[in-house]
């Protein structure tokens, strides 16, 4: 079983800046895909950023490329997600989840196995 815990979440206006913290515990295989999703109200969950494991290969949807950026601190098992210039249209809830035995990032939310429960952030224009 494998545990995710989202925090960093809040309020910023327009341009600025937030950190996100994803701190993983529990049994995972050598081989997963750590991710972050975003659901805006209304609207169904989409990729955001990822990160494999063994390769430490990084993806990204087109919409935070170059403002977005995922890290990983392996001794805490945490994994980061740096969002920078915001924009109101990044206002969702973030989920962290990761794919078990995956070779690949995927951004299909259905593939994921295990979920945090979410952070909020709202960026105001």
């Known amino acids: 079983q494998v545990q995710l815990v989202e925090s960093g979440g809040g309020s910023v206006q327009a341009g600025g800046s937030l950190r996100l913290s994803c701190a993983l515990s529990?049994?995972?295989?050598?081989?997963?895909?750590i991710a972050w999703f975003r659901q805006a109200p209304g609207k169904e969950r989409v990729f955001v950023a990822g990160?494999?494991?063994?390769?430490?290969?990084?993806a990204y949807t087109q919409t935070v490329q170059g403002r977005f950026a995922i890290s990983r601190d392996n001794a805490k098992s945490t994994v980061f997600l740096q969002m920078n210039s915001l924009k109101p249209e990044d206002t969702a809830v973030y989920y962290c989840?990761?794919?078990?035995?995956?070779?690949?990032?995927?951004?299909?939310?259905?593939?994921?196995?295990?979920w945090g429960q979410g952070t909020q952030v709202t960026v105001s224009s």
């Open positions: 529990g049994r995972t295989d050598s081989r997963y895909t």
């Open positions: 989840a990761v794919d078990r035995f995956a070779t690949v990032i995927s951004d299909n939310a259905r593939l994921y196995d295990y």
């Open positions: 990160m494999h494991s063994s390769t430490a290969n990084t």
